[in-house]
């Protein structure tokens, strides 16, 4: 699948070119739009010590809870298809880390949270202008998105996909199973491998390689309530590790406030397009999709 590559600062007219692909596919590239190279080498890096580092570290730092959301999680620990077997992948998830930092003792070094806390700064910078070109196309005011994202449940994910012996993987087992994202943007940055897949509007899984120096960019299922069905929030997963190459990736959730009250906007509510969602606060779907996801090991 070749998505389009939109080079944010210097396209003429980007607003229109984001509309377009969210409209058509849910999925875009966005280039130019302010991430140092140097800055994403280094996360990289950093990355892949941790995954591939010693599982003391890792399990100092484990994951707690859907409602904090921060820390490492193991292979197999989690299921984005909660009808699927659980995912080949290891991931370190950093909710809210620049107003709601945990204690150094839960980080790898605090080497890594500040070099993870500037990371997340940057993306969040480049998606709050995102945010306020799409909200000026919707006919909102420019802030109208960003008000409600000040990173109570914005999060930074690492995610590392190890190489498989194919005997190893169950009939239906996936890197990470078939989902929608659960809140507005998703910002993913791929490594040189692939694995991604997006699903086409003939049914049909579709692979998305990496672009050099362009971040892959979806819409979540908050986004597509907002846009009463008009951005689709689209399936995707990421196939497993089983030709010998490990993966790694890294995610930056751009999702709303909880108190948020996502409601179709008025722009795409019309006689031809009448109102399909319910209002819901941005909290009670997230926390109940992640719920979902951690089914096997939070709830009993």
């Given at each position: 699948m070749t998505l389009p590559v939109i080079p944010f600062y210097s396209h003429p007219a980007p607003a229109q070119a984001i509309h377009n692909s969210l409209?058509?596919?849910g999925f875009m590239q966005i280039s130019d739009i302010g991430i140092e190279p140097t800055l994403l080498a280094e996360v990289y890096a950093v990355s892949r010590a941790f995954f591939t580092g010693d599982q003391q570290t890792k399990s100092?730092?484990?994951y707690r809870s859907a409602q904090e959301n921060f820390g490492y999680q193991?292979?197999?620990?989690e299921n984005l298809d909660p009808t699927a077997p659980a995912d080949i992948k290891e991931t370190f998830t950093m909710r809210n880390i620049l107003t709601a930092c945990p204690d150094d003792q839960r980080w790898p070094s605090v080497a890594f949270k500040e070099l993870m806390?500037?990371?997340?700064?940057?993306?969040?910078?480049?998606?709050?202008?995102?945010q306020r070109v799409m909200a000026k196309q919707l006919g909102e005011a420019e802030d109208f998105f960003v008000r409600v994202h000040n990173g109570e449940n914005i999060s930074l994910r690492l995610l590392y996909y190890p190489a498989q012996d194919a005997n190893s993987v169950s009939e239906g087992q996936l890197g990470a199973g078939a989902h929608t994202d659960y809140g507005f943007l998703t910002l993913l940055f791929q490594d040189n491998v692939g694995g991604l897949q997006v699903l086409g509007s003939d049914n049909t899984w579709m692979d998305v390689p990496p672009e050099d120096g362009a971040v892959v960019v979806n819409s979540g299922d908050l986004l597509e309530r907002w846009t009463n069905g008009t951005y689709r929030s689209t399936l995707h997963r990421v196939m497993p590790r089983t030709n010998g190459q490990d993966r790694l990736s890294i995610a930056m959730f751009i999702d709303p406030d909880t108190p948020t009250m996502v409601t179709p906007l008025n722009s795409c509510v019309t006689?031809?397009?009448?109102?399909?969602?319910d209002a819901i606060t941005a909290g009670e779907h997230i926390q109940t999709k992640l719920a979902a996801s951690h089914k096997a090991r939070f709830q009993k």
């Open positions: 409209s058509q596919s100092r730092c484990g193991g292979l197999l620990e806390k500037a990371f997340y700064a940057q993306v969040l910078q480049a998606s709050y202008a995102l006689e031809d397009q009448p109102c399909r969602f």
